[in-house]
């Protein structure tokens, strides 16, 4: 039984835009992040700290920094991914799976 659900197809792609979106934030934020100077600005601020401790502490911030915007690329992906699943299982058509075979429901 072929059955075309507009809710669920309209609720795929607001999913799938939402992880775009999310997708879209990341970049941003690594463009903002990659393109301005803050962490070296703030180094030359603490004068008192020793050169050692201040570049150990920008290297620490910069790495989490990366992390969480590598965690945020692959929750939007997720997301994204999730919202073509919705889309594709509400029109009814549903792909196997690579190696899979395709099951024919009537």
């Known amino acids: ?5 507009f809710v669920g197809r309209l609720l795929g792609i607001v999913v799938f835009l939402v992880g775009v979106g999310l997708l879209a ?20 601020k603490d004068a008192g700290e020793p050169v050692a ?10 790495l989490a920094r990366i992390g ?4 945020m690329t692959i929750v939007g992906s997720l997301i994204a991914g ?17 190696g899979k075979p395709t099951e024919i429901v009537e």
Do not use: C
């Not at 039984?1 to 659900?5: E, F």
């Not at 401790?53 to 910069?62: F, H, K, Y």
């Not at 919202?83 to 299982?89: D, K, M, P």
């Open 53 to 62: 401790t201040q570049l150990g502490r920008s290297a620490v911030d910069m």
């Open 82 to 98: 999730k919202g073509i699943q919705l889309y594709f299982a509400s029109t009814g058509r549903h792909e196997a799976a690579p």
């Open 1 to 5: 039984m072929h059955r075309n659900d």
């Open 25 to 44: 934030f990341v970049f941003l934020m690594a463009y903002g992040f990659f393109s301005s100077d803050i962490i070296g600005s703030q180094a030359i």
């Open 68 to 71: 969480l915007l590598i965690v």
